[in-house]
């Protein structure tokens, strides 16, 4: 089956800092990737959609410049926190849709866990 | 974005069979009806999908209603690795379209 990865599995940071959250899809490649937050005992919330070689669309309410997304690569996009506070700790997870795939399956990474001090 | 509506927790025992509901009342033709499940602290993983005949998989069988205004995602013989939250989810057509979670049910299975 189709893997995706993310890096950090988890991360403590300081207020004010930035983090860098990596989504790469290990053997496949996507050109289109989504980035979600979810909340403890809450569902999956979309935060924006990662289109490789174009602008991440971002859905109401997420802010761009806090949330910045890159998609260089078909394999790899990296979520930015900039300036992170208490209220952005969070379990952020991407998900990639294989492009060579005719349904455009859609597979989840293992999520990532930022706590912000 | 046709909206699902799902129990918000459901309780079995090991080796029974489960049937979680969904209800999607305002479907439309083109929607196809997706089943995903996350286990705690994990990303979610895709279970089954399907549009009008009913599916079957090795995780589990997807039973859609002939109005398709409702599914059931049935798991044919719990075990306690199959305790998740499943999400029923609406995506239209077949292109790399996002998915819009839901509450989703919580699973518990008993011992």
């Known amino acids: 089956g189709a893997v995706v990865s993310q890096h950090p599995s988890w991360v403590i940071c300081k207020s004010g800092t930035s983090v860098k959250i990596e989504c790469r899809s290990l053997?496949?490649?996507?050109?289109?990737m989504f980035w979600y937050r979810q909340f403890p005992k809450q569902s999956l919330m979309l935060m924006a959609t990662?289109?490789?070689?174009?602008?991440?669309?971002?859905e109401q309410g997420v802010e761009k410049d806090k949330f910045l997304i890159n998609h260089a690569s078909l394999t790899l996009s990296t979520l930015t926190v900039t300036s992170a506070h208490p209220e952005d700790s969070s379990f952020y997870i991407c998900?990639?849709?294989?492009?060579?795939?005719?349904?455009?399956?859609?597979?989840f990474g293992p999520g990532t866990r930022l706590t912000v001090l | 974005d046709a909206k699902t509506t799902q129990p918000n927790s459901m309780e079995s025992n090991e080796e029974e069979p489960v049937h979680l509901p969904c209800n999607h009342s305002?479907?439309?033709?083109?929607?196809?009806i997706h089943w995903y499940r996350q286990l705690p602290s994990q990303g979610p993983e895709y279970v089954i999908h399907?549009?009008?005949s009913n599916v079957n998989n090795r995780m589990a069988s997807l039973a859609i209603a002939e109005d398709r205004k409702s599914s059931t995602l049935i798991l044919h013989r719990a075990t306690l690795r199959d305790a998740a939250v499943y999400y029923c989810?609406?995506?239209?057509?077949?292109?790399?379209?996002?998915?819009?979670f839901g509450q989703g049910t919580r699973l518990t299975i008993n011992p």
């Open positions: 305002t479907i439309s033709g083109t929607d196809y």
């Open positions: 399907g549009l009008t």
């Open positions: 990662s289109n490789e070689g174009s602008k991440a669309t971002y």
């Open positions: 989810i609406l995506r239209r057509g077949q292109g790399a379209q996002k998915l819009v």
């Open positions: 998900s990639a849709v294989r492009t060579a795939s005719s349904y455009n399956e859609q597979f």
């Open positions: 053997d496949f490649q996507a050109t289109t």
